[in-house]
Structure formats: structure tokens, C-alpha cells
């Protein structure tokens, strides 16, 4: 099919929202916003966190009388329920000028990141933890056998203590417990 200068063409649209609707809320002053919520690094495509709704929403009128806040939806788009922002239309009071904005982003900024720890600092040991430690970390495999070793007749003689019998230890009407190997039905030595 080949193109003639008959065939129409799609009409250019306007980019912006001209509706004369005005929101009945009183107007947002950018000055009261926080100014992370703020974005006017490019002028003519300012957009700013609408209150209502905490969704990132472009200003229109710029460069007319009166600026206001995108219309917008508050659910997800293509949703079947789709219902108005009440901050929609929304006058804007621009009370603050770029660098001004700027300015007051950047000391945000800074005030954020002096908030937050640089380091995490382990807690401190008492000084008996502090020693064990030490030790441990300057013993050797040779120096922890000696040790073992060491330990041994002291263990030895703990187990031997342990399996002599106390005299009364055994229960006076209790019967007494089988010895011998038991078998079931013969089947074993």
C-alpha cells in the first residue's frame, strides 16, 4: 500500500491537562512540602508526591496562571475500580523558588546522611571474656594437648568416683533389676 497525501494523519494532541476544574482543598504551598518530596529539577516537567495519595504526580499550567496537580487516579492503572484522587486539580502556591528548593534539598541531604551511622561498633567484652579470648587465640595445637593431657587423671578419677556405688543408694522396696542377659523366645546367646 503506498502513502498518498490523502491518507489522513493523526492530529497532534495537547501534552497538558487544560481543565478548568479547580480542586475545592485549599492550595499546596511548596514551601510546606518536604523538599525530598519536591522534584523541579526540570521546570517545565516539575512533579511533586501528591498529599492524599503519596503517588509522584506532574504539575501542569506551568507556564500559565494557575499551576495544579495532574489529575489522578488512586489505585493501580487498569484497574476496573478506578476512583479520583481527591487531591486532583489541586492549586499549587509557589512560594519557593528553584534554588531555594535546592538549597533546602541539599540540607536535607545532609541533615539525612549525619543521622546515620558510618560504622557499627561491636559491643565490649568484660575483662574475663577479654582474657579467654586472648588465650584461646594464642594457643597452639601442641599447647592444647598438653593441656588435654593434663586434664586426663583428673577425668579419669571423676568417672572411677562416679561408678562406685553409695551405700543406701539402691530404693529399700523397690525389686531388684535383672542382671543377666534376657532373650526373647530363645533367639539369642
Not at 560504622?119 to 577479654?130: I, K, M, R
Not at 568417672?159 to 530363645?186: F, K, M, N, Q
Amino acid at each position: 500500500m503506498t502513502i498518498s497525501s490523502a491518507m489522513p494523519t493523526a492530529k497532534e494532541r495537547p501534552r497538558r491537562t487544560r481543565s478548568k476544574r479547580v480542586s475545592n482543598l485549599p492550595p499546596l504551598k511548596l514551601s510546606q512540602l518536604p523538599p525530598s518530596h519536591i522534584d523541579l529539577r526540570d521546570p517545565l516537567k516539575a512533579v511533586l508526591v501528591c498529599e492524599d495519595c503519596s503517588t509522584w504526580c506532574p504539575i501542569t499550567g506551568i507556564n500559565s496562571k494557575v499551576q495544579k496537580v495532574v489529575p489522578h487516579h488512586t489505585g493501580k492503572a487498569g484497574v476496573a475500580d478506578a476512583v479520583h484522587c481527591r487531591g486532583s486539580n489541586r492549586r499549587i502556591d509557589w512560594d519557593l523558588t528553584i534554588p531555594q528548593w535546592h538549597q533546602a534539598l541539599t540540607d536535607a541531604i545532609r541533615e539525612a546522611s549525619s543521622r546515620a551511622a558510618t560504622a557499627v561498633l561491636p559491643t565490649a567484652f568484660s575483662p574475663q571474656t577479654d582474657r579467654i579470648l586472648r588465650a584461646r587465640k594464642e594457643r597452639t595445637p601442641t599447647g592444647r594437648l598438653a593441656d588435654w593431657n593434663a586434664v586426663l587423671p583428673r577425668m579419669a578419677a571423676t568417672d572411677e568416683h562416679r561408678r562406685l556405688a553409695v551405700a543406701g543408694a539402691a530404693p529399700a522396696e523397690a525389686r531388684s533389676v535383672p542382671t543377666d542377659h534376657l532373650t526373647i523366645g530363645g533367639l539369642g546367646s
